[in-house]
């Protein structure tokens, strides 16, 4: 199965730019999709196809990345961003998921 | 507005089996792949499983392909997952999802999400 390896936590300031890394551990070339998930709720699609911005997510939001290596661009931070990011790959069978990037505010 | 409602969550002995629905609204169900995926507590989320939209195709993880099975009944809007030979390990919330693609392939992009229901597997 494909691993995607993301960083357990972070925690930045309202108003700066932050970015949630993912590394494949094979090509997944622009299959990679990223969710949020607010405590207690259930995920939310935020970007697709490693860049493209789900219908209604605000334009704070954006990604990067091809083959391994991917990041999502959260510009400016906002409080209501704390939340769990997830990566997820549809390039290679079985799908699979990110542990997880955990985001903090200060 | 897409709404998916699962149901048939709660308490199971070990061993024992369960079934879970979900209801699908606000969109034309039998376009679509569907698919589950769970959260055990505290952990991150595991991609059970997907059916296309006549059902003839229906893909899982390995780990769990001997011991779940998904299907729908477009007639009633309606997507399950049974599960069989429960065990701790299978304590989990477990979600609903669409695929956002209406076409043949599945694209594995999850865009529509259920409020998830809560198995626990303890005697």
């Known amino acids: 199965d494909t691993v995607l390896t993301q960083s357990p936590a972070l925690a930045v300031s309202p108003g700066e730019r932050v970015t949630i890394s993912c590394r494949a551990s094979?090509?997944?070339?622009?299959?990679m999709h990223w969710y949020q998930q607010k405590p207690g709720q259930q995920p939310t699609l935020l970007i697709y196809?490693?860049?493209n911005l789900e219908s209604g997510v605000p334009a704070r939001f954006s990604g990067s990345g091809s083959g391994t290596d991917f990041t999502l661009t959260i510009d400016p931070v906002e409080a209501d961003d704390t939340a769990t990011y997830y990566c997820?790959?549809?390039?290679?069978?079985?799908?699979?998921f990110g542990g997880g990037t955990k985001l903090e505010l200060k | 507005e897409v709404k998916l409602v699962e149901s048939g969550g709660g308490l199971v002995q070990p061993g024992r089996s369960l079934k879970l629905s979900c209801a699908a609204s606000?969109?034309?169900?039998?376009?679509?792949?569907m698919g589950w995926v769970r959260q055990a507590p505290g952990k991150g989320l595991e991609w059970i499983g997907e059916?296309?939209?006549?059902?003839?195709?229906?893909n899982y993880t390995p780990s769990l392909k001997d011991k779940f099975t998904i299907s729908r009944d477009n007639a009633q809007n309606t997507l399950y997952l049974q599960m069989s030979k429960l065990g701790s390990e299978d304590t989990a919330i477990y979600y609903c999802?669409?695929?956002?693609?209406?076409?043949?392939?599945?694209?594995?992009?999850?865009?529509?999400w259920g409020q998830g229901a809560s198995v626990t597997v303890s005697s």
């Open positions: 606000g969109f034309s169900f039998n376009d679509y792949w």
């Open positions: 059916i296309n939209q006549d059902s003839s195709t229906i």
């Open positions: 094979e090509s997944v070339s622009t299959l």
């Open positions: 997820q790959q549809s390039w290679n069978d079985p799908w699979t």
């Open positions: 196809l490693a860049s």
């Open positions: 999802a669409r695929d956002g693609n209406d076409g043949t392939y599945s694209s594995g992009v999850m865009d529509a």
